[in-house]
């Protein structure tokens, strides 16, 4: 994970595949991939303490703001 700015603009990058979201600062995350336009997702902290945006997870430590 790379942390652009802090609740407002970060990625995955799995393999060759980049996963870039944005936060508008009021709910609203984006997914953009790079294939077409982005999609709205929803975030939610799953029991093994992985953070999930819609299937695409992530654990470990990393800045929420």
Known sequence: MTIARAGEHWWLQVGSR???FRSDGRGSITLSTGA????????????DRAL???????RGEFPLD
């Not at 999609?39 to 902290?45: D, I, K, L, Q």
């Not at 999930?52 to 992530?58: E, F, H, K, L, Y």
């Open 18 to 20: 980049r996963l870039e």
């Open 36 to 47: 077409g336009p982005g999609r709205s997702v929803m975030p939610a902290w799953q029991p």
């Open 52 to 58: 999930c945006w819609d299937g695409v997870c992530a």
